[in-house]
Antibody
């Protein structure tokens, strides 16, 4: 069956980078897009961006432009999201979700907590 | 960017109540709307896609309606497992945008 399994929790210092992985099983990651969503503690869901299944085209939310890179690796059936220049208010749970031409979220990863603290 | 305004932001209801949550888009999005349920510490789960199509496995007490700029999620008879936070999301254009969420609590 379809599963998305994310990498484990991370603790990073301000200014560092984090790379979160999202390993797909039960389907081929390049047949579907992947959306990434951030959720700060006690806050709502925030769309970060999306990577296409076909040509690795990406679309990022304006607030993350220049700091985020989303990629997929067909050889490992894994999607990755790297966020750079971390700040304390980047502390959040990051989710990946399968995306079929925008109709996203039929399957989600379990979430990865990233804590940014000096 | 398309703004999604959900109301109410929180509500209290009793088991068996019918509950309606509204999501308004700042411009027309046809039927490109999703509804999600999220419980504390868990990933969201999709309830509705295409504004009104029930996700496989989701109980039929959940229903969605609307088109254009106004959408509703209705829970016809609230069950204990339905106490959660609900979010809408538009996928008509980029950037995708979520509503701010509606927390449904036990009265």
């Amino acid at each position: 069956q379809v599963q998305l399994v994310q990498s484990g929790a991370e603790v990073k210092k301000p200014g560092a980078s984090v790379k979160v992985s999202c390993k797909a099983s039960g389907y081929t990651v390049t047949d579907y897009g992947v959306t990434w969503v951030r959720q700060a503690p006690g806050q709502g869901l925030e769309w970060m961006g999306w990577i296409s299944s076909h040509n690795a085209k990406t679309d990022y939310a304006q607030k993350f432009q220049g700091r985020v890179t989303m990629t997929t690796d067909a050889s490992t059936n894994t999607a990755h999201m790297e966020l750079r220049s971390l700040k304390s208010d980047d502390t959040a749970v990051f989710y990946c979700a399968r995306d079929y031409y925008g109709s996203l979220g039929d399957y989600w990863g379990q979430g990865t907590l990233v804590t940014v603290s000096a | 960017d398309i703004q999604m305004t959900q109301s109410p932001s929180a509500m209290s209801a009793s088991i068996g109540d019918s509950v309606t949550i509204t999501c308004r888009a700042s411009q027309g999005i046809s039927n490109y709307l999703l509804w999600f349920q999220q419980k504390p510490g868990k990933a969201p789960e999709r309830l509705i896609y295409g504004a009104s199509t029930l996700q496989s496995g989701v109980p039929s007490r959940f229903s969605g309606s609307g088109s254009g700029t106004e959408f509703t999620l209705t829970i016809s008879s609230l069950q204990p497992e339905d106490f959660a936070t609900y979010y809408c999301l538009q996928y008509d254009s980029y950037p995708r945008t979520f509503g701010q969420g509606t927390k449904v609590e036990i009265k």
